[in-house]
């Protein structure tokens, strides 16, 4: 499937270089946003032109239309833009994959953090501290609580 923009969306529409690109991709099937396609409707519209047969074309072509989240904006603009969400107290070392990754790419990074078990690390943390050895006459600190439980790890 094919994920289009607002951009590809607005410069087929329009006729625009690429355009031909485009429909080849809405015609082997695609989704697109629904910020993007409000992004589509407002300029459309502030341009005077009929965005009720804009949308109609789209139509014709099956184009999906996926709900995108507050997490999901998150999460994206993070991938895009890292310096803009730093923690305070650490460094901004995350590189930034704007203009590195497709539009694709990025929902599906979006999409693979989004099912990620988020006690993982946590969990990985416990259980690798579990397994360290023992040295032989060791005892635990006084006070000191037994290890906890293993927990099945998620990869």
């Given amino acids: 499937m094919n994920v289009f923009d607002a951009s590809a969306l607005l410069a087929f529409l329009q006729g625009e270089e690429g355009s031909a690109a485009v429909e080849e991709g809405l015609r082997n099937g695609g989704a697109c946003g629904t910020a993007n396609w409000s992004e589509i409707a407002q300029k459309i519209r502030a341009h005077g032109r009929d965005w009720p047969l804009a949308r109609s074309l789209l139509a014709s072509y099956d184009l999906q239309l996926e709900p995108v989240t507050v997490d999901d904006a998150f999460l994206r603009d993070a991938i895009l833009n ?45 259980n690798t501290t579990d397994l360290l050895p023992e040295t032989e006459g060791s005892k635990p600190a006084a006070g000191a609580k037994a290890p906890a439980a293993q927990k099945e790890v998620k990869p």
């Fill in 82 to 126: 890292p310096s803009q969400h730093t923690t305070q107290g650490y460094a901004p070392i995350m590189p930034t994959y704007q203009g590195q990754i497709s539009e694709e790419g990025v929902i599906a990074l979006v999409e693979y953090i989004k099912n990620l078990d988020s006690d993982y690390r946590v969990q990985q943390t416990t």
